[in-house]
């Protein structure tokens, strides 16, 4: 799951090849042997029906140490897309890019900060040096080598939104050209406590990092820093600290007209308040006057200036594209989808260390693996093509779900939904089923059909504040108006009830993003073979029906692009 670019160094740059590998054919037995260089289990018979073991083994190979992080552009990549190509040809699929093989290039610029880049902010109390990693994290997306900014003005923009329709702008009569906005994570609604601010608890575009960042590219900013704060991000300083460390990944500028900042990045809740604090300002002060309609900018007496040094290259890294034909509609299509892509290896202390990034995301992979065999050997086979969707860079803000888009191998007016996987909860199964960002689109009807065969309810997430929804790759889908569905196991479990869900969250928590993210064979998995198969439910009834062309709820902003392509269509 996707949070602050991708933490990482990689290996040499990755040699791209064709479809003709030397991973062996799938023999009666449906065994296939591991994808080259790889030492996972050749001997696992796996069988049609979706299992607990077969998701295992899917699951503990794709997080093995062999496949090294499944970092971008490594060894690992490697490793892994040719492993889910293998598996794709043993179910029976067909290559599904649009030039016929299993992959779909996607250029890449990997850009590496160096770590010896300080914040020199000179301002009423004199100067200061900020260091890298543990007061604030900075990076470049203009594939510049060398970006440097001198004495611009700090101000405060409060969440750097420009939102019409809310009634809303935090740049309200500031010209940012020349200066370095400040602003805060999240929407006003959130720090406020306010349900009539923005979407109130729960988190909309406006508070993703991502927006506010081209936000401020818009505007004409020379930069832009987001102050951190747990709650409000939904993650510790840790996690923003080792996503901007390393090797980080975007597409070519000429593969996304999104604007971009010469420089963007965060600083530590402490480093702001004293920030604050030098300019005669109290940050909670400031915080609550921005939660409120009428806020305008407030200068921070001070000034920034930097030398970011980076190393820039030029690279690739795959999305793995497999289809099972309509037999009746094939131009049409349901596509299930995950990212296969984790954070590396690296080295700390002297020490290679590897985020394995099992439940992140090597188990939505495994599950789409899962659901693919289950689809190939159902009978009667699917009127519409249901295609199969690893892709990249997910780490690295969505970005081979946005290249995808942008370069589709089915025509977006003829996916009639995608379905996305991605952390699938191992804590056992649950009497809910959470949806994310429940509330946006008819898909709901459908799995509600299908969580009630199980007698299980739906729900919303439990922190509708952390903006989940923008958070993977779905939602690339989402904006171009495809209706997306996120949805996983809940936290009331059968065995545990909310208290046990709770537990494993937290538990969760720890390894996020961290080396501890490894398979554990204690895991209990009916959940997850229980929340396959409704999701494959959800497919299946739109793979066979080819009168259903789900939409959004009505008032979702989705609503109009989709309205847009089924009327062209």
Known sequence: MHRPLLIGTLAAALALAGCNRDAASPDANGQAAPAPGSTADATHAFTPEITAA???ELTRTLASDDFEGRAPGSAGEEKTVEYIRAQYERIGLKPGGADGSWYQTVPMIETTADTATTLRIVGPQGERTLAFGDQMVIGTRTGQAQVSVADSELVFVGYGVDAPEQNWNDYAGLDVKGKTVVMLVNDPGFHAKDAQLFEGDRMTYYGRWTYK????????????????????????WDVVKNSWSGAQ?????????????????????????ELFSAAGLDLDAQIA????????????????????????????????????????????????????????????NGEKV?????????????????IAERFATAQ??????VAFLAVTLEESGLLGSKYYVAHPSFELS???????????????????????????????????????????????EGNPAGGFY??????????AGVPALYAKGGGDLVDGGTAGGEAAAKDYATRYHQPGDVFRDEWNLEGVVQDLEALYGVGRALADDTTLWPNWYEGNPFKANRDAMMSAQ
């Open 249 to 273: 990944f975007d597409l070519r500028a000429e593969d996304d007209p999104e604007p971009r900042l010469p420089a963007q990045g965060w600083i530590t809740g402490d480093v702001a308040r």
């Open 354 to 370: 590897i985020y394995n990034g099992a439940v992140d995301n090597a188990t939505g992979i495994a599950g789409i693996i899962e």
């Open 414 to 460: 003829k996916i009639a939904a995608v379905i996305n996987l991605d952390a699938m909860s191992v804590a056992g199964p649950s009497r809910d089923f959470v949806v994310t960002g429940m509330g946006n689109s008819e898909l709901e009807d459908l799995l509600k059909v299908e969580a009630e065969r199980q007698g299980r309810v739906l729900a919303e």
């Open 380 to 385: 009667p086979a699917p009127k519409r093509s």
């Open 54 to 56: 077969d998701f295992a």
């Open 289 to 348: 006057a921005a939660s409120r309609r009428g806020f305008r900018p407030v200068p921070l007496k001070a000034t920034v200036s930097f030398d970011l040094a980076s190393t820039i290259a030029e690279k690739s890294s795959r999305n793995v594209i497999g289809v099972l034909p309509g037999s009746e509609r094939p131009d049409e299509a349901v596509i299930y989808m995950g990212h296969w892509d984790h954070l590396g290896a690296h080295e700390e």
């Open 213 to 236: 960042f081209e936000e401020a590219a818009r505007k004409g900013a020379s930069a832009a820093l987001i102050i951190h704060d747990t709650p409000g991000a939904s993650y510790g």
């Open 470 to 479: 923008f958070r993977s790759d779905h939602f690339n889908f989402a904006k």
